[in-house]
Nanobody, 118 residues
Framework: QVYLRESGGGSVQAGGSLKLSCRVS???????????INWYRQAPGKQRELVAT???????SYIDSVKGRFTISKDNTRRSVYLQMDGLKPEDTAVYYC?????????WGPGTQVTVSS
């Protein structure tokens, strides 16, 4: 079984930084290396939105609202994907999820809360 679990959320003031981690367990290295891993977020009363995507061997992609502030990275040996978030804004407040397509299913972690105060 493959599981995803996020960590690193918290409360910060506007302009601050957080680094989220997504640990993927149960996925063999060769699959993890090439697999797509996404970071999504969902703010209260809003739809879940795709924030950043890591694709093995390709450049990462971001939604426009986080470009230049967020950086997605991957550590294959640790089976982990990170989301470095700098210059946080109150509108970044949301529950952040990592997600991966695997074996015909969409796998999700339970999420981690990020709260940015003005």
């Amino acid at each position: 079984q493959v599981y995803l679990r996020e960590s690193g959320g918290g409360s910060v003031q506007a302009g601050g930084s957080l680094k989220l981690s997504c640990r993927v367990s149960g996925m063999i290295l060769s699959v993890f290396t090439s697999n797509v891993i996404n970071w999504y977020r969902q703010a209260p009363g809003k739809q879940r939105e795709l924030v950043a995507t890591s694709i093995g061997g390709s450049s990462p992609s971001y939604i426009d609202s986080v470009k230049g502030r967020f950086t997605i990275s991957k550590d294959n040996t640790r089976r982990s994907v990170y989301l470095q978030m700098d210059g946080l804004k109150p509108e970044d407040t949301a529950v952040y999820y990592c997600q991966a397509p695997y074996s015909g299913k969409d796998l999700w972690g339970p999420g981690t809360q990020v709260t940015v105060s003005s």
